[in-house]
């Protein structure tokens, strides 16, 4: 990729070679409806089932319980409002430092009447398993808390979590968009009724992603159509997007063990090149993401720190964000104070990171920071 050095992982992926050719076919020659009910068209729905099975077993649930979306945000917004819309009332459980697209549909529905309980966290940015027994009520209808954080990486407690959720019989969703192709996932073992997955962030064609509903759950549908995915969400199938994605989740699973120990070993490289310079990890290493560095530079003016980046890419907090100017709500939820908080890079390594990118990197980083300290 140029002579660019790519640290924003988190971000999205570049799509996998062998993913993309899985893919080619599905554009062309093979591009009729799999919702028809010609030949060509049953043929490409067996493909659609055929995903539908392999995705289902790498993340151990049941076929019939895979929607297909076109992305985590897509999954985050019917996960909330097909459980809300089903009930009409009640209260939901979630975090401070939730991706937007929980945060804001909890909101709109805080607007609707529906009561919505923000748990907090440490300045791990772990919640407290305790607050959450104790905020659960006889009218709450979801929990719904995240596996890794896309600005910290840092990893809930999620068996835990279920184990309470689980004991009171209330539904929990995760969103698991930065872990799916990182650690090994079972939703059954793991007591998850619901998990958002998206394509891109494992190396898949991006607008296209997944919801695993577990099929004892009471829902009602949102995205009215045609009743496409028995009715949870119609919409033509974007089939060349869900065969990249399968294939893309099949090759992360087997690469997965190698991987998540080369990560961790980049990561640690790379802070222990940096240590000549000051720096608060707001990244719990023991337990996070293996790829992922959140870093802040007391007493640095990032403007200045970020106009001395000349071959590294990375991200100031989340590039979720970067649309808008708004300050981290999830380092602000940590406890971090302004000045640090907008002192923040977030770094993340990848399948194409080498061991002297890494090393490259730091010496850019180490330069930058040296130039922009403010005295
Ligand atoms: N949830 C999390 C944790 C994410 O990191 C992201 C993407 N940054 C999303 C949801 C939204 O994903 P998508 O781009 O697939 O809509």
């Known amino acids: 990729m140029s002579n660019h050095i790519y640290l924003d992982f988190q971000s999205t992926t570049p799509l996998d070679e062998i993913t993309l050719k899985s893919m080619i076919p599905y554009f062309s020659e093979k591009f009729a409806n799999a919702s028809s009910s010609h030949a060509l068209g049953i043929e490409n729905s067996l493909i659609i089932e055929k995903s539908r099975r392999l995705i289902a077993r790498d993340i151990g649930s049941n076929q019939k319980e895979i929607i297909f979306t076109s992305g985590a945000t897509e999954s985050n917004n019917i996960a909330i409002n097909c459980i809300t819309k089903y009930h009409g009332k009640g209260e939901i459980i979630t975090v401070k430092t939730e991706h937007k697209s929980i945060l804001d549909s909890c909101k709109e529905l805080e607007d609707n009447g529906f009561t919505i309980k923000y748990l907090n966290v440490d300045k791990f940015g772990l919640i407290c398993l305790s607050q959450l027994k104790k905020e659960i009520t006889k009218d709450t209808i979801l929990v719904s808390i995240m596996y890794g954080n896309n600005e910290t990486g840092v990893l809930q407690p999620i068996n835990q979590i279920s184990k309470i959720t689980k004991a009171l019989n209330i539904p929990l969703h995760c969103d698991a968009t930065q872990s799916i192709g990182l650690l090994s996932f079972n939703v059954k073992e793991l007591g998850i009724d619901m998990l958002t997955f998206s394509s891109h962030k494992f190396y898949g064609p991006k607008g296209v992603g997944g919801l695993f509903i577990d099929k004892s759950l009471k829902i009602a549908p949102l995205i009215k159509g045609l009743q496409h995915e028995k009715g949870m969400r119609s919409g033509t199938y974007n089939l060349p997007g869900i065969v990249g994605m399968?294939?893309?989740?099949?090759?992360?699973?087997?690469?997965?063990?190698?991987?998540?120990?080369?990560?961790?070993?980049?990561?640690?490289?790379?802070?222990e090149k940096i240590k000549s310079i000051k720096y608060i990890c707001n990244t719990p290493l023991k337990s996070s993401l293996p790829h992922c560095l959140s870093l802040s530079?007391?007493?640095?003016?990032?403007?200045?720190?970020?106009?001395?980046?000349?071959?590294?890419?990375?991200?100031?907090?989340?590039?979720?964000?970067?649309?808008?100017?708004?300050?981290?709500?999830?380092?602000?939820?940590?406890?971090?104070?302004?000045?640090?908080?907008?002192?923040?890079?977030?770094?993340?390594?990848?399948?194409?990171?080498?061991?002297?990118?890494?090393?490259?990197?730091?010496?850019?980083?180490?330069?930058?920071?040296?130039?922009?300290?403010?005295?």
């Open 246 to 271: 399968q294939v893309a989740l099949n090759i992360s699973r087997n690469k997965q063990k190698d991987e998540y120990m080369r990560l961790i070993k980049l990561r640690d490289r790379f802070l």
């Open 297 to 375: 530079f007391p007493n640095v003016n990032m403007q200045k720190f970020l106009s001395r980046l000349n071959k590294v890419i990375l991200s100031t907090g989340s590039a979720c964000n970067s649309g808008n100017q708004q300050e981290s709500h999830v380092l602000t939820a940590m406890g971090i104070n302004k000045t640090l908080v907008n002192s923040t890079i977030r770094l993340s390594f990848g399948r194409a990171t080498s061991e002297s990118d890494v090393d490259n990197a730091a010496i850019e980083i180490i330069n930058a920071a040296n130039y922009s300290y403010v005295v």
